[in-house]
């Protein structure tokens, strides 16, 4: 009996101890079951972070081969459009080859469409 009142006496003077212990345990408890929950979360959220890079990357490379491509197309239409004009007797402005960038830009994988505006743009009738 004497053990049973110097618990009870220690547990009114310091039932802080016991409460956060057992309240700890109950946390634990609880949120032991949700844990494997938040790490399939995780992991799915960090898979899907690895392939937005890799396909971020894929489109940068792409771009980046665009745009060398476009430059190369502007540098031969340029080239051309410079020979025509020798052949005639004139030379190219900065602004008709700035009007020619914008033309490749514009029109990226069609030839075609690149060829007719610049006939239009510079009244040639066999460019070839």
């Known amino acids: 009996m004497y053990h049973i009142k110097t618990i009870w006496i220690w547990l009114r003077e310091n039932w802080k101890v016991p409460f956060i212990i057992i309240w700890s345990i109950l946390i634990w408890a609880i949120s032991r079951k949700n844990a ?14 690895e392939k937005q890079i890799v396909e971020l990357k894929e489109n940068h490379e792409r771009e980046l081969s665009e745009r060398d491509q ?17 052949s005639k007797g004139a030379k190219i402005t900065k602004a008709n080859k700035k009007k020619i960038k914008e033309l490749v830009l514009e029109s990226k994988e069609s030839p075609d469409v690149v060829k007719e505006k ?11």
């Open 36 to 49: 494997q929950a938040v790490v399939d979360v995780l992991e799915a959220k960090k898979e899907s972070y």
């Open 70 to 86: 476009n430059i190369k197309k502007y540098h031969q239409v340029v080239e051309e459009i410079e020979k025509k004009y020798q």
């Open 118 to 128: 610049i006939e239009t743009l510079f009244n040639f009738s066999d460019f070839d």
